[in-house]
């Protein structure tokens, strides 16, 4: 019973950064279609993007403080680096919620985290680490592009109420950055009135709209590869938590400022919409943590292949939760994207049990051979004793 249950203990240790990478896919989608399902009843995008920064502060922050990790890199040139890093999250996170909120959230998801991310973290991780992402990594992203495409063309350019991407409910204009001048842009709600003559769209053409979200659906998720690249490389140097902090806690210095000078806060929400933000936020910010652990033990292209598990995710939940109807198309390409990530799990899953093996070998065969060295100079001692 003991070694059964310690064999799999091992082939958990061995899979864990590709796990924790499956569950940062898994909670990394589930916020930002939360923050749909709140922009819908007219929270401000920026608001919704303040949510997770502060729940990012309030939880590596103590962290940081309980474990007295180092308020600082090694030297001041990666302190620079990783603050720096952070202003690109910060950007890149935000461009990942607006796009959101533009376009159906499974296009979203697919096209950034299913393409765009994976091809820029592979490419990024052999130019600045000159780390080789693997042939199952690269056959694995080449066919996760195919699930994208079918995804992507299956998919209608419009958003309105003959697009079978709209709602089931009622159609309303959805408060983007409402500031009292009402930028908005059209999207689903709920049954909540919302006063549409005190709104004017962000974006007045929906193609355009559609244009912009797909650009940042881009955008975003190719930032994030850059700061999760960097990051991998400062965890190498540098405590998790020291990257954590300087990295993923500061963006409410920005974000605080924008929300008011672009939007204006809605403060009168339901309990049941404040659980949704608070939910929101918890989630983000476990997910981060569970990205961190991958990036640190896994490599950056096998991480973001991972990370497509989005993909998928996003369908299902806009379905259920905002009912925007998947093409037959598009679930054929999820249904691709779903068996490469398991091919691609089990291939490195395997390759990592089998490097494991081998370290567990050697550290044997190194521990043999100081016994036998030490067995031998005791017996010279005890030679040259008599």
Same mark, same amino acid.
């Given at each position: 019973?003991?070694?059964?249950?310690?064999?799999?203990?091992?082939? %958990?240790?061995?899979?864990?950064?590709?796990?924790?990478?499956?569950?940062?896919? /898994?909670?990394?989608?589930?916020?930002?279609?939360?923050?749909?399902?709140?922009?819908?009843?007219?929270?401000?995008?920026?608001?919704?993007? *303040?949510?997770?920064?502060?729940?990012?502060?309030?939880?590596?922050?103590?962290?940081?403080l309980i474990f007295r990790v180092?308020?600082?890199?090694?030297?001041?040139?990666?302190?620079? !680096?990783?603050?720096?890093?952070?202003?690109?999250?910060?950007?890149? =996170?935000?461009?990942?919620?607006?796009?959101? !909120?533009?376009?159906?959230?499974?296009?979203?998801?697919?096209?950034?985290?299913?393409?765009? $991310?994976?091809?820029?973290?592979?490419?990024? $991780?052999?130019?600045?680490?000159?780390?080789?992402?693997?042939?199952?990594?690269?056959?694995?992203?080449?066919? #996760?592009?195919?699930?994208?495409?079918?995804?992507?063309?299956?998919?209608?350019?419009?958003? @309105?109420?003959?697009?079978?991407?709209?709602?089931?409910?009622?159609?309303?204009? *959805?408060?983007?950055?409402?500031?009292?001048?009402?930028?908005?842009?059209?999207?689903?709600?709920?049954?909540? $009135?919302?006063?549409?003559?005190?709104?004017?769209?962000?974006?007045?053409?929906?193609?355009?709209?559609?244009?912009?979200?797909? %650009?940042? $659906?881009?955008?975003?998720?190719? %930032? !994030?590869?850059?700061? @999760?690249?960097?990051?991998?490389?400062?965890?190498k140097d540098n405590a998790k938590?020291?990257?954590?902090?300087?990295?993923?806690?500061?963006? =409410?210095?920005?974000?605080?400022?924008?929300?008011?000078? !672009?939007?204006?806060?809605?403060?009168?929400?339901?309990?049941?919409?404040?659980?949704?933000?608070?939910? #929101?936020?918890?989630?983000?910010?476990?997910?981060?943590?569970?990205?961190?652990?991958?990036?640190?033990?896994?490599?950056?292209?096998?991480?973001?292949?991972?990370?497509?598990?989005?993909?998928?995710?996003?369908?299902?939940? #806009?379905?259920?939760?905002?009912?925007?109807?998947?093409?037959?198309?598009?679930?054929?390409?999820?249904?691709?994207?779903?068996?490469?990530?398991?091919?691609?799990?089990?291939?490195?899953?395997?390759?990592?049990?089998?490097?494991?093996?081998?370290?567990?070998?050697?550290?044997?065969?190194?521990? #043999?051979?100081?016994?036998?060295? /030490?067995?031998?100079?005791?017996? /010279?001692?005890?030679?040259?004793?008599?």
């Amino acid at each position: 019973m003991v070694t059964t249950c310690r064999k799999v203990c091992d082939h %958990l240790i061995h899979g864990k950064g590709l796990l924790l990478s499956l569950v940062a896919a /898994i909670g990394l989608t589930v916020s930002p279609v939360l923050s749909r399902r709140a922009a819908d009843v007219g929270v401000p995008g920026f608001q919704l993007v *303040l949510v997770n920064e502060l729940s990012n502060l309030a939880l590596f922050l103590p962290l940081a403080l309980i474990f007295r990790v180092p308020f600082r890199g090694n030297d001041w040139k990666q302190t620079v !680096l990783m603050l720096s890093n952070g202003v690109l999250r910060v950007a890149g =996170t935000t461009s990942v919620v607006v796009s959101v !909120l533009l376009i159906p959230p499974g296009n979203s998801f697919a096209i950034g985290q299913g393409a765009a $991310a994976p091809i820029f973290s592979m490419a990024l $991780a052999w130019l600045i680490m000159r780390e080789a992402p693997g042939w199952p990594n690269v056959i694995g992203i080449v066919f #996760q592009i195919a699930g994208v495409i079918m995804v992507v063309f299956g998919g209608k350019a419009t958003l @309105d109420s003959s697009s079978e991407h709209s709602c089931t409910t009622n159609c309303t204009s *959805l408060s983007l950055f409402e500031n009292g001048t009402g930028y908005n842009v059209t999207g689903v709600t709920n049954n909540t $009135a919302i006063d549409e003559e005190s709104f004017t769209k962000l974006i007045p053409d929906a193609f355009a709209a559609y244009v912009v979200g797909n %650009l940042l $659906a881009i955008l975003g998720p190719s %930032l !994030l590869a850059l700061v @999760d690249v960097i990051n991998r490389r400062s965890m190498k140097d540098n405590a998790k938590l020291t990257v954590l902090l300087l990295v993923e806690t500061w963006g =409410t210095v920005f974000i605080l400022p924008l929300m008011f000078l !672009l939007s204006t806060p809605k403060w009168n929400l339901e309990a049941d919409l404040v659980l949704s933000l608070v939910g #929101q936020g918890v989630i983000w910010t476990l997910s981060v943590g569970c990205l961190y652990t991958g990036l640190n033990t896994e490599k950056a292209s096998t991480v973001y292949l991972m990370l497509g598990l989005s993909t998928v995710l996003g369908y299902v939940l #806009q379905y259920f939760v905002i009912h925007i109807t998947p093409q037959t198309l598009e679930l054929l390409g999820a249904a691709v994207i779903v068996l490469t990530i398991v091919v691609v799990v089990g291939l490195t899953w395997r390759q990592n049990a089998r490097k494991g093996k081998k370290e567990d070998k050697d550290e044997e065969e190194n521990v #043999q051979v100081k016994d036998k060295l /030490i067995a031998g100079v005791d017996d /010279i001692c005890k030679e040259t004793s008599v």
